[in-house]
């Protein structure tokens, strides 16, 4: 049984008696007139069928029956826009039960979910499911008299799929770690031709690091980046969702870059900072050196069992010793550890969360909240009543528990703007360390350190 099949019947095990679930792959998204962004399949759907046609849509029932809808065999479009699986072959390639053609998905769709009780669907992915919904459920109405029974709940498909997507399975694991492994091997290649241009006095710019990053990802396979990469230079860094531009990366500068590859649906998020030259100054080693602190104080306590605020917790203590011992944050102005941690005094620097699930998406599906028993699912909680932002120990919902499976990020940072309040010699630094972490039974495994985070490691890499 293929790892889809698997997820199928996982799902349908899932579904109430009488239920079934319908699951759209994503739109097509025109860019301006005939011409479409690159095509990007619906991670859920993908998740369940392995298949990346557009114009696609999963029936499942809770016996595990599977109806794939597809694009026909078409000799004329598949001249101009490429091969087709097509219904017939779909069921032998896919293994679902049965497949048609998408065009009579308006004929077979009201037949299927006849005499079923709820139907489960992605709530808020894709907008045109409402209007299918709505015409299926007509047509099943016009037929009642006839002793037909019309589905009588919608349910969101998230919440039992969310859940499975959170902990990933031994195929989706080694996907993941091939992705980083290629997302590291383009860091490095940024970091080394980073420097020796530096040391060839060849100018370059942000995007130049770029196109050596893009080059390297698709080089091995990748279809895409997983999101825009951030190649920031100097005080760009200092902007949390800066891309790669146009600036001039000069020798003295620190580099930041945030960029990771998607392979085969997977994503991967990798940040790095370096200096241009190959060589830390002094005051960069010194706020580099605290953002690693806080990263290994982090690492240590991401295990099964550990809170998912924990990370972020023990990184910003580190952080907030790290701001007060270099001068940053002054005891006299802002209180002892303590009072700067619970007075958040350290946001100036630090704004972000340490972690955020990563999987399929960048940013990931899953529930940050634990639910208050296991049979309630997160998500069914009053969102008034949530604040996962919140630490753990202010927040009326508790974090969620980490479990074997789950994988987050680890990505503290400092990004010290100019101010009179902080020493001139930090004045625009902006540094994040960022690595992926897969939880194990025993505790944590980094999939992203095929490209080194120490100080001299870094200076040997681009010597
Ligand atoms: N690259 C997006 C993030 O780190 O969350
Ligand atoms: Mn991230
Ligand atoms: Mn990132």
Redesign the pocket.
Known sequence: MTPFQKRRQHLASLLGKGDVAVVPTAPEQSRNRDSNYPYRFDSYFHYLTGFEEPNALLLLNDQAESILFCQPKDLEKEIWDGYRLGPEHAPQTLGVTQAFSIDDLDKIAPAFLSNHESIWFPFGVNPSMKDHLERWLEEISKKVRTGVRAPHTLKNACLLLDEMRLIKDAHEVQTMQKACDISSLAHIKAMQFCSHAIKQKVDIKEYHLEAELLHEFRRHGSEFPAYTSIVAAGANACVLHYRADKAPILSGDLVLI?A?CELNGYAS?I?RTFPANGRFTSPQKDIYECVLKAQEAAIAVTKPGAKFSDPHEASVRVLCEGLMALGILNQSAHGNLDDVIEHRKYTPFYMHRT??W?GMD??DCGSYVQAPNPDTPACTLAWSELDPLKPASSSTQPSRTLQAGMVL?I?PGLYIRPSPDVPEKYWNIGIRI?DDALITPNGVQLLSRGVPVGVSDIEQLMS
Do not use: A, K, N, R
């Open positions: 945030d990771g998020d940040t972690s955020h990563l960048v940013h990020t990505e960022e």
